[in-house]
């Protein structure tokens, strides 16, 4: 069996590999059994020729700023408080080592969709991998993921209009404004139409955390900081799942190399990403903990004085609103082609088709609403989300896709065995964030709930 883990030989002679192999291995059998059929020839979308709605549609730059969009948001708006928690010099190796072992953990997802391009979504991954009960786990634990996500892209809402308005009326009415903007912004069926609004959310968190920067270098020029920080374990290791949460981004990556005109562009969209992300991390962490110090906020918006503050948020709206729609086509999208996959509704604008788009959209908001108001933890929140979710789909996941689609080669020789070996830490590394984060999350989110917030109108920004 051939060789999927090197991108490194010449990128043409790499995909004409990896084309050759695939069709070797659709046609693979094991105790004469095939692995699967369905993943190895059908596209989720069918044929588009005559398609009222196409999916297919996207360029990889597009595909890029939809996965800044969605990556490049809510997470780096914690990381200086990871800082704060654990030292500089810890948080900083973190960002950088869990950025460079991301960036691989999502070319195997690219290598395992050129295997099987009929798979869209985690829920096709498990049935790959599984069968019918591998489809079911992996499928409820991406829509619970993408709704826990969601959920927080309406709690930073409920914090940044608090934060704009000076608490101006009660914050379970912001969560009930912010649901409705979301709802009728996540209306579109296509990704191409949510990758313009990406240039947008972009442009938005860059400018949010420049003029937070800026704000916070110009009034507190020497607070003390500290290269390492004691600190209880659970702590210390909620902080580390914060950074996960940071390149959380793997759990679409399946949707977006459906939708793109070519999906052997993907590498081209993943270096563009992880260039930024983990570029934008190191700068931002940095600069804001190093004039805010120890008290730096969660979000870190909130670190700058009222004024600045303000117009940090007010800046920053675009991408809490996009990123957050981002995740909700995911989620609804999952869910539609479960539901139409191979019939006219998938490509038609029936009446069944829209009012189920609607209603799925909807319903997914709606439970993530509830989320927000009952955990109003900012950073509490991020920390289950990726301990339960990120700590698999981002890097546990992704070795075991490996370890799949190169079965019976991983001692072939000393290159595959390294690779085998890394892939199966890989995995190992995930079931521990998984484990070890969610007793972490569950010690923080116990101590922070005499703080309150929960289903109140109470002002939530201290609670960030």
């Known amino acids: 069996?051939?060789?999927?883990?090197?991108?490194?030989?010449?990128?043409?002679?790499?995909?004409a590999d990896i084309e050759k192999q695939t069709s070797q291995h659709s046609r693979t059998y094991h105790d004469g059994n095939r692995r699967l059929s369905t993943f190895d020839k059908e596209d989720p979308f069918g044929d588009e020729s005559d398609a009222e709605i196409k999916y297919r549609t996207m360029s990889w730059w597009q595909a890029a700023m939809v996965m800044i969009a969605e990556t490049i948001s809510l997470g780096i708006l914690s990381l200086p408080s990871v800082l704060a928690s654990i030292g500089l010099v810890p948080g900083l190796i973190l960002i950088v080592s869990l950025g460079l072992i991301a960036t691989y953990t999502?070319?195997?997802?690219?290598?395992?969709?050129?295997?099987?391009?009929?798979?869209?979504?985690?829920?096709?991954?498990?049935?790959?991998?599984?069968?019918?009960?591998?489809?079911?786990?992996?499928?409820?634990?991406?829509?619970?993921f993408l709704i826990f996500t969601m959920g927080s892209h309406v709690l930073t809402f409920t914090i940044a209009m608090n934060a704009i308005t000076g608490h101006a009326t009660c914050t379970i009415v912001w969560g009930i404004?912010?649901?409705?903007?979301?709802?009728?912004?996540s209306?579109?069926?296509?990704?191409?139409?949510?990758?313009?609004?990406?240039?947008?959310?972009?442009?938005?968190?860059?400018?949010?955390?420049?003029?937070?920067?800026?704000?916070?270098?110009?009034?507190?020029?020497?607070?003390?900081?500290?290269?390492?920080?004691?600190?209880?374990?659970?702590?210390?290791?909620?902080?580390?799942t914060n950074i996960i949460f940071a390149y959380a981004g793997h759990v679409a990556f399946f949707s977006f190399i459906s939708e793109l005109k070519n999906p052997k562009d993907f590498p081209r969209a993943l270096i563009f990403l992880q260039a930024w992300d983990i570029t934008l991390y190191i700068i931002v962490a940095l600069v804001v903990y190093r004039y805010t110090g120890p008290d730096v906020k969660s979000p870190a918006l909130g670190s700058a004085n009222n004024v600045v503050?303000?117009?940090?948020?007010?800046?920053?709206?675009?991408?809490?609103?996009?990123?957050?729609?981002?995740?909700?086509?995911?989620?609804?999208?999952?869910?539609?082609?479960?539901?139409?996959?191979g019939t006219k509704h998938m490509s038609k604008r029936t009446w069944l088709a829209v009012g189920s788009w609607v209603g799925i959209v909807l319903c997914l908001w709606v439970i993530a609403w509830i989320i927000a108001e009952s955990i109003p933890v900012f950073n509490d929140l991020l920390s289950l989300i990726s301990s339960l979710f990120a700590s698999w789909f981002t890097y546990g996941l992704?070795?075991?896709?490996?370890?799949?689609?190169?079965?019976?080669?991983?001692?072939?020789?000393?290159?595959?065995?390294?690779?085998?070996?890394?892939?199966?830490?890989?995995?190992?590394?995930?079931?521990?964030?998984?484990?070890?984060?969610?007793?972490?999350?569950?010690?923080a989110i116990k101590s922070d709930a005499g703080s309150g917030g929960s289903w109140t109108c109470a002002d939530n920004q201290s609670t960030g």
């Open 187 to 240: 209306l579109p069926r296509t990704l191409k139409k949510v990758s313009y609004m990406s240039i947008a959310s972009f442009i938005s968190i860059f400018s949010a955390v420049m003029v937070t920067m800026i704000g916070v270098g110009i009034e507190q020029p020497d607070p003390v900081v500290h290269a390492t920080v004691k600190t209880g374990f659970a702590s210390a290791f909620a902080s580390v």
């Open 309 to 341: 503050k303000r117009v940090a948020y007010g800046i920053a709206l675009p991408t809490i609103i996009i990123a957050g729609i981002i995740y909700a086509h995911v989620a609804a999208k999952y869910i539609y082609v479960r539901i139409f996959r």
């Open 106 to 144: 999502g070319y195997t997802m690219y290598q395992f969709k050129l295997v099987y391009p009929g798979v869209h979504n985690m829920a096709d991954v498990g049935e790959v991998l599984m069968g019918p009960i591998g489809r079911e786990v992996l499928g409820a634990a991406q829509v619970i």
């Open 398 to 443: 992704s070795g075991v896709l490996w370890l799949y689609i190169n079965h019976g080669q991983w001692f072939k020789n000393w290159r595959k065995t390294s690779l085998t070996v890394a892939n199966s830490l890989i995995f190992c590394l995930g079931a521990a964030i998984c484990g070890i984060g969610l007793y972490a999350s569950g010690v």
């Open 177 to 185: 404004i912010g649901l409705v903007i979301l709802c009728i912004c």
């Open 1 to 15: 069996m051939p060789s999927y883990e090197d991108a490194s030989e010449g990128q043409r002679a790499h995909q």
